[in-house]
């Protein structure tokens, strides 16, 4: 099993250059849209899509998602869809046998019909709330033209809090390898993380925090609020979830807790992938 780190989608949010003066490190509003890529026995799998090839030629498809369009700024690059980044590496898209996704959130989902032969895995209350939205958020986020070739669809349930308080399926259908989805609620009713075990663990933890720095501890900088209040269905269960994935980062400091739009910790993900 070998992972390899793509970024699918670059933005920059609106007044980045200010946000950036607010936040010690630089460049840190200049966020990517990070997935995984993952050769294995049952194929290849993606983690995420990221941005696909119709977002890129027909843009309207955004035009309609006011927060996504004009705050978030996606640069819109057809070389940066993970379609053409497997192409590049060697592989054929045919080969994309599963995809496994965080949320239903465009930025994560946009390329599911670019790849037709993959199953879709996501947690059962994710796929029920992208088709029956019930929030004020849930409503504006979600956008159905992202399923619109109808791929097949494979839901989940978590039982309890088994795994380090949190809700864990222990295993993906059609998937040997020792990958699960985590509950990891508050972003969207049915936002999950990834595990992927293995000589080199992964905890990829989707929009559960932005940057790196919600890692150590509050009180956050006032940007990273006011985008967990608008970006997070719940922020108060979203912040408990944090806490959780916070928790497990003090205890395993070796295993490797990514999130989805963190350029700096994309950066190192490339690194360590370049090292293996
Ligand atoms: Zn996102």
Known sequence: ?????????????????VLNRLLPQLDQFNLVCHCLLIESQSGLILVDTGLGLKDISNQER??????FNHLARPKL???????????????????????IATHFDSDHIGGI???????????????????KPITPKEKVRYSPIRWEANPYIETYRTQ????????KVQTIKGISEPIH???????????AGVLIEGQSPVFFTGDSFLLESQLLD??????????????HDNPKQAEETLKKIRLIHQQEPELAIISSHDRSLFLRSLAQEEKD
């Open 160 to 167: 309890g809090d088994d795994w380090k308080g949190l809700g």
């Open 1 to 17: 099993m070998k992972i390899h780190h793509l970024n699918c989608g670059s933005f920059c949010a609106l007044g980045h250059p």
């Open 77 to 99: 690059d057809v070389e940066e869809t993970a379609f053409m980044q497997i192409i590049k590496k060697g592989f054929n898209p045919k080969d994309v046998k599963h995809i």
């Open 113 to 131: 019909a670019d790849f037709p032969d993959a199953v879709v895995h996501v947690l059962k209350e994710e796929w029920e709330a992208a088709k």
């Open 62 to 67: 955004y035009k309609s998602n006011f927060v």
């Open 181 to 191: 989805l985590v509950s990891l609620p508050g972003h969207t009713r049915g936002h």
């Open 218 to 231: 509050k009180p956050y900088p006032l940007p990273i609020t006011a985008y967990n209040q608008l970006t």
